[in-house]
């Protein structure tokens, strides 16, 4: 019964390859976000989708490209890894007809070699 | 500026002791949640408190929203209590501004 999720937990891979990341939430929420937590452990947004709408697209390389099929799905495509994209990036959900009270995912650590 | 600033930046604690973590936000920032990161990374919400007071075991939490700042006090700390306390607020109706943290660790 995990309320929002996200694979893979762990992703090692080689600079210049692309990868994936996916985010599911099951808690009927319409908004979903992605962030990224640096080594310093700071958490920056990334991306927001409302009703697989996008509606926060922060400074972030165009490497960077975010899909939502649904309002439960949330992607993060990433093309030509570089060693700076070696993050722990999260996945969050929120219900935008009420409480601001947002939910994460337990993350997916990105090491870029 | 949109900021979300926490004090103290770290803190050791005994096993028993009382602390107290503050958050102070800008006037852009409303809708104050708090977290803890805990050793293995997993962020854990532990309230959301646009205002008032509220209280879950040894955790309570106060924001008064006028002054724009909210506290976390932590009793009788365990060493599971450990870990990065963020708060983060809310800039318009979807963006959330987190703090920098407060990193606790708390010694048996």
């Known amino acids: 019964d995990t309320a929002v999720s996200q694979t893979p937990k762990y992703l090692v891979t080689q600079m210049g390859n692309d990868k994936s990341i996916k985010c599911e939430q099951n808690l009927g929420h319409d908004t979903m976000y992605w962030y990224k937590q640096d080594s310093k452990k700071f958490l920056k947004i990334m991306f927001s989708y409302n009703n697989k709408e996008l509606i926060i697209n922060e400074t972030v390389p165009n490497r960077f490209s975010p899909k939502s099929p649904d309002k439960a799905h949330l992607n993060l495509h990433i093309n030509s890894l570089e060693l700076g994209d070696s993050a722990v990036y999260f996945c969050?959900?929120?219900?935008?007809?009420?409480?601001?009270?947002?939910?994460f995912g337990p993350g997916t650590r990105l090491t870029v070699t | 500026g949109i900021q979300v600033e926490q004090s103290p930046p770290d803190l050791i604690l005994q096993e028993g002791a009382n602390s107290t973590l503050r958050c102070n936000f800008s006037?852009?920032?409303?809708?104050l949640q708090w977290f803890h990161q805990n050793p293995w990374g997993q962020l854990i919400n532990l309230f959301y408190i646009p205002s008032g007071t509220k209280q879950n075991g040894r955790l309570s939490a106060t924001t008064v929203a006028t002054e724009r700042y909210s506290l976390l006090y932590i009793s009788s700390s365990q060493t599971t209590d450990s870990g990065v306390y963020f708060c983060a607020g809310v800039s318009g109706t979807y963006k959330y501004i987190f703090g920098t943290g407060t990193r606790l660790k708390v010694l048996a």
């Open positions: 006037d852009s920032v409303n809708n």
């Open positions: 969050a959900s929120k219900w935008s007809g009420g409480s601001y009270e947002q939910y």
